[in-house]
């Protein structure tokens, strides 16, 4: 079956320090890869997604890139902000079907 | 930006009651789903409507029914839960009926349910 794995958080960095958040994926086919973002007290909204191996999304000075050959897509950024406190949530749509799997979520906390 | 509201925001329930969720889109999609999100495990898929018919139904309890009257609108009707039905449920909206590479769906707040 499909499936995502995220590093476990909580990630915890300084404001400018570079962020990775490793998210590997599980699936037949072709899905298309997703970035989600979840603030305090909030649903969860789109942060950047990819539909092709060797895509690039990008939002908000964060990137993933879509890497079939590790099935990987993980989420980077130069320099963080406190601002960017929040959980990540990495997902998989597959060729078929309406479902979204997502991962488990990593916490990140950013400190002045 | 959110086009998905989500009422109540909060809710406590006993196990006896019955209470509704409440889902409204104003973002034109056909179709729409319940998930559950519980601490330390990822996001449930509950249920999806795709214009208005119930397309998938992931297992889950019949102590949860769905109901969805049109595109914009759905609801989660609860009826004795247990205390482990505690949890954040969100409702979500993607644009097409079917099938769709990279489709992106767009989530509510989500309410915060509490069985006692």
């Known amino acids: 079956g499909n499936s995502v794995t995220q590093m476990e958080g909580p990630v915890t960095l300084s404001e400018e320090a570079f962020l990775t958040i490793n998210c590997t994926y599980t699936a037949t086919g072709y899905p298309s890869l997703f970035w989600y973002v979840q603030y305090p007290g909030e649903g969860l909204q789109l942060l950047l997604k990819a539909t092709k191996a060797d895509d690039k999304g990008s939002n908000k000075g964060f990137e993933a890139t879509y890497r079939k050959e590790t099935t990987s897509f993980h989420l980077e950024k130069g320099s963080v902000q406190v601002s960017d406190s929040a959980v990540y949530f990495c997902?998989?749509?597959?060729?078929?079907?309406?479902?979204?799997?997502f991962g488990k979520g990593t916490s990140l906390l950013v400190t002045p | 930006e959110t086009g998905v509201t989500q009422t109540p925001r909060h809710l406590v329930m006993g196990m006896t009651n019955k209470k509704s969720l409440k889902c409204e889109q104003h973002?034109?999609?056909?179709?729409m789903y319940w998930y559950k999100q519980s601490a330390k495990k990822p996001l449930e898929l509950m249920f999806v409507?795709?214009?208005?018919?119930?397309?998938e139904n992931n297992s889950v309890p019949s102590r949860f029914s769905p109901e969805c009257p049109n595109s914009s609108h759905l609801f989660l009707h609860l009826h004795t839960l247990q205390p482990e039905d505690s949890a954040l449920y969100l409702c979500?909206?993607?644009?097409?009926?079917?099938?769709?590479?990279?489709?992106?769906?767009?989530f509510g707040p989500g309410t915060r349910l509490t069985v006692l």
């Open positions: 409507y795709s214009l208005e018919e119930r397309v």
């Open positions: 997902a998989l749509s597959p060729n078929s079907g309406y479902a979204l799997n």
């Open positions: 979500a909206s993607s644009q097409e009926q079917g099938a769709r590479i990279g489709d992106t769906q767009y």
């Open positions: 973002l034109g999609h056909n179709a």
